[in-house]
């Protein structure tokens, strides 16, 4: 979604305008139901507060080391952590893949 795109791109400049057009797409999305973007609503809202998170900015983003690698993210408003996994998916190789008789 362009407004998306254009508040990540001036939220280093003017955060006024980058949550103005956060909200404005959160807006959009909301009244017309718009199926799309998930990536914004899972990222860039905080659900508890319901206001507009931009990393670096009104949002703090950091990645944990442990045995599951996960990107954390913190609300400056609210303090609310969301913790997003990093794992990648697991391939099905020839070996391991069940063959069926026909």
Same mark, same amino acid.
């Given at each position: 979604? @362009?407004?998306?795109? &254009? ?19 959160? @807006?959009?999305?909301?009244? =017309?139901?718009? $199926?799309?973007? +998930?990536? &914004? $609503?899972? =990222? &860039? ?9 931009? +990393? %670096?900015? /009104?949002?703090?983003? @950091?990645?944990?080391? %442990? ?6 993210? /913190?609300?400056?408003?609210? %303090?609310?952590? =969301? $913790?997003? +996994?990093? /794992?990648?998916?697991? @391939? ?11």
């Amino acid at each position: 979604m @362009r407004l998306v795109d &254009f508040a990540l791109e001036t939220a280093s400049s003017d955060i006024r305008r980058s949550e103005a057009a956060l909200e404005t797409a959160l @807006r959009v999305l909301k009244r =017309y139901n718009v $199926r799309g973007v +998930p990536v &914004f $609503r899972r =990222y &860039f809202l905080c659900h508890e507060c319901k206001k507009v998170m931009i +990393p %670096g900015r /009104t949002a703090k983003v @950091r990645v944990s080391s %442990g045995k599951v690698k996960s990107l954390a993210i /913190t609300c400056s408003s609210c %303090g609310r952590t =969301y $913790r997003i +996994p990093l /794992t990648k998916k697991k @391939r099905d190789t020839k070996e391991n893949a069940q063959c069926r008789p026909t």
